[in-house]
């Protein structure tokens, strides 16, 4: 792939979006990638979540925020490698760079 994208990326309720792909020493903590935003999985939402998500005192659970232009800031990396085999790949956490304040340190630390 010519991206490095390994799968599509995945919408999350309140933890970001997440990305696999190749290992990339440009990609670091706090850096810029860019998705193409028709790539990402969205998250899908039964009738019933939708239902008493408008309602008083519901969950604050929501869907991960995507940004226009497609702009992400990477906020966890784990790296997966095997000196035997192809595994070389990163799973990254991600955040829409209009909204830095949104994903949780909870989030952030329990990684990919």
């Given at each position: 792939?010519?991206?490095g994208?390994?799968?599509?990326?995945?919408?999350?309720?309140?933890?970001?979006?997440?990305?696999?792909?190749?290992?990339?020493?440009?990609?670091?903590?706090?850096?810029?990638?860019?998705?193409?935003?028709?790539?990402?999985?969205?998250?899908?939402?039964?009738?019933?979540?939708?239902?008493?998500?408008?309602?008083?005192?519901?969950?604050?659970?929501?869907?991960?925020?995507?940004?226009?232009?497609?702009?992400?800031?990477?906020?966890?990396?784990?790296y997966?490698?095997?000196?035997?085999?192809?595994?070389?790949?990163?799973?990254?956490?991600?955040?829409?760079?209009?909204?830095?304040?949104?994903?949780?340190?909870?989030?952030?630390?329990?990684?990919?």
């Open positions: 792939a010519q991206t994208l390994i799968g599509m990326p995945e919408q999350t309720i309140n933890g970001g979006i997440n990305v696999k792909c190749l290992i990339n020493p440009n990609i670091q903590l706090d850096t810029l990638i860019r998705l193409d935003n028709k790539s990402i999985n969205l998250v899908g939402l039964s009738n019933q979540e939708i239902a008493t998500g408008s309602t008083a005192g519901a969950s604050l659970q929501q869907p991960a925020v995507l940004d226009m232009d497609g702009d992400y800031i990477v906020k966890n990396i784990a997966y490698g095997d000196t035997r085999g192809n595994a070389w790949y990163q799973d990254m956490i991600c955040i829409a760079k209009g909204g830095a304040g949104l994903l949780s340190q909870s989030t952030i630390r329990a990684g990919a």
